[in-house]
């Protein structure tokens, strides 16, 4: 049966004792085969070799791997037999040394070539055969004796490293080295070796602890964490929502602390805390560094097309509050509600909702390899967040553009910590958060959060939604048309007039801004003259208004545009 070279199937030209490393990765991974004796195109050109393969390689690589392959010995009759396609591909089959393999790419043919590149006499059989299967190939030959000159080079070479052993009844050999996956690790020189797509890499770092720890049935977050302090806050706040989502009865959330934890098998045999244990109700970060969220607000630089810092903040504590906490504290803080007026009333959009951007930190903390010692960082941009996460993408077992399509289970590499955001409420069925998201971004016109994935990262950006971006637009061309800048850029040049200044200001407010914002926007210094010469001018002609009007010295106070104001801008935009 012919198979194409993938996760599973390598083909070799000859044998290397570097593929002892190779054949390591296929025990480590789901096992796999190995010709020799087929170049990387599938065509058998025979082995040198074949009774030391047969009769010694199987005691070698038992010897240096303590694993038992199975080693079998096939051939074929004559060039020019694939193993890897059924129907050659034009493009394979026309290469210079896949036509060697053949036997129709020869000396001979190059020799005939060159003594009558015009083709003026008869043609001879190996020119012929050579034509037959290469039309264009040998129309470049007889045009150009610099390609000649070439392909003679590339000829000689091709020679000495893919020669073709044809026995004397004609035959051609390859040898079959079948691997099966192992249950345990399977080193080579002391180092660990894993078959990825269709290349084999060493497996170092965090990757190699936890290839063992799976290898013995073991996960990163199974194993004992020592002096837990477990954070009674936390463990009320699990048995709330998993009460408030049905995941527990109140009967069973009224038990101790000790035995919620007990019940979600989060001690070891021996009755210690596991480390899932201690990152969920307890102080992660006392486990391993880096067991934190970073948020951070980013301005566009839209004349340089780049993006700069602002401000941000870390989210600290139990796994099981990170999430939410952050969430609430992006939506206060980070996320601006953009306002739009239809008839008389009003209505704010936001880029995204709760559910989008919780699923989507969720998971990210439910994923992460914690043995990377980074935080998860979310990057909040006016028109899309990203947030990135160190963590392991499945690709053997899901493609990425097929995450939101396909029915899938969930991967989680850490399995104690998923089963506890899944009891607390937290987190959907495990390998529905995908469907989650697309469902919520049908509700409110968004588009799928796009996935960006590494062999270390996970990347999703949550872009904004239709209403909101054409909000955004819409906002950006009024604030420029009175001011010269889009309203994203965050700070705007000093007016030289009075009157200019203030409808700079008005059209800032178009969306709320606190005192701090409104006298960067203005590039003032003065407290005093932003209070008394703006604030409160623009208070009393009635153009801006309180967002919390019965408290004025609050220090959460706004400013926004009234009404009539966004009347006029959204006038001004239509004549526009």
Same mark, same amino acid.
């Given at each position: 049966?012919q ?26 991974a ?26 010694t ?31 050659v ?140 302090k ?83 903040d870390?989210?600290?504590g ?5 999430? /939410? !906490? #952050?969430? %609430?504290?992006?939506?206060?803080? *980070?996320l601006?509600?953009?306002a739009?007026?239809? @008839? &008389? ?35 909040v ?19 990425? /553009? !097929? #995450?939101? %399509?396909?029915?899938?289970?969930? *991967? ?7 089963? @506890? &955001? ?15 998201i ?15 994935a ?17 909000l ?44 701090n ?30 967002t ?22 959204q ?6």
């Open positions: 049966m198979k194409s070279e993938d996760q599973t199937i390598e083909y070799k030209s000859s044998w290397q004792d570097d593929y002892f490393g190779w054949i390591a990765g296929y025990a480590n789901e096992g796999g085969i190995l010709y020799i004796g087929v170049n990387d195109d599938g065509y058998v050109i025979g082995v040198s070799d074949l009774h030391y393969l047969l009769d390689l199987p005691n070698q690589i038992n010897s240096h791997l303590g694993i038992i392959v199975s080693i079998s010995h096939g051939s074929v009759q004559g060039k020019g037999n694939n193993l890897k396609h059924r129907l591909p034009a493009d394979i089959a026309a290469k210079p040394e896949n036509l060697y393999a053949r036997g129709i790419l020869t000396t001979a043919a190059l020799d005939d070539i060159d003594a009558d590149p015009a083709n003026t006499k008869n043609v001879t059989n190996s020119v012929q055969q050579l034509f037959d299967a290469a039309p264009g190939f040998i129309k470049q030959l007889r045009k150009s004796e610099d390609y000649r000159n070439k392909i003679r080079a590339d000829l000689e070479r091709i020679q000495t490293e893919n020669q073709v052993y044809v026995n004397a009844d004609g035959s051609l050999d390859y040898v079959r080295i079948e691997v099966d996956r192992t249950p345990y690790g399977v080193p080579y020189h002391g180092h660990y070796y894993k078959r990825s797509g269709g290349t084999t890499t060493e497996i170092k770092g965090a990757e190699l602890s936890r290839f063992l720890l799976d290898k013995v049935g073991k996960t990163w977050d199974k194993m004992p964490a020592a002096r837990v477990i954070d009674h806050a936390a463990v009320d706040f699990f048995r709330k929502n998993a009460v408030e989502k049905g995941r527990l009865t109140e009967a069973k959330a009224a038990v101790s602390d000790e035995l919620v934890i007990e019940n979600l098998n989060l001690k070891t045999s021996d009755g210690e805390y596991t480390r899932a244990a201690a990152m969920l109700f307890a102080d992660p970060e006392a486990v391993i560094f880096g067991a934190y969220l970073r948020i951070g607000f980013f301005k566009k630089n839209k004349t340089a097309n780049t993006s700069s810092f602002a401000y941000g870390e989210v600290h139990p796994l099981v509050r990170q999430a /939410e !906490d #952050a969430v %609430d504290l992006i939506f206060k803080k *980070y601006k509600a953009l739009d007026i239809e @008839g &008389l009333h009003r209505s704010e959009t936001y880029p995204t909702n709760k559910e989008i951007l919780r699923e989507v930190i969720l998971n990210a903390v439910a994923h992460k390899n914690y043995e990377s010692c980074d935080p998860i960082q979310i990057k941009f006016d028109d899309h967040i990203t947030v990135m996460n160190y963590g392991f993408w499945p690709f053997e077992k899901l493609k990425v /553009e !097929d #995450a939101y %399509d396909i029915e899938h289970s969930s *991967y989680p590499i850490n399995p104690l910590i998923a089963n @506890g &955001l899944f009891s607390a409420g937290l987190m959907d069925k495990w390998g529905q958060g995908f469907s989650l697309k469902e919520q971004c049908g509700l409110i016109d968004a588009p799928l959060p796009e996935i960006k590494t062999d270390d990262t996970v990347t999703l950006t949550i872009r904004g939604c239709k209403k909101y971006m054409e955004l637009e819409r906002l950006n061309s009024f604030t420029s048309s009175i001011t010269g800048e889009g309203a994203s850029e965050g700070v705007g040049e000093a007016a030289g007039e009075e009157a200019d200044r203030l409808e700079r200001v008005v059209a800032f407010c178009a969306i709320p801004r606190s005192r914002e409104i006298q960067a926007f203005c590039n003032i210094k003065s407290d005093r003259f932003i209070r008394q010469e703006v604030i409160q001018l623009l208070l009393e002609e009635g153009r801006i208004v309180r919390i009007p019965d408290k004025p010295s609050s220090p959460k106070q706004k400013y926004i545009a009234t009404k009539t104001e966004l009347e006029r801008a006038a001004i935009m239509d004549r526009n």
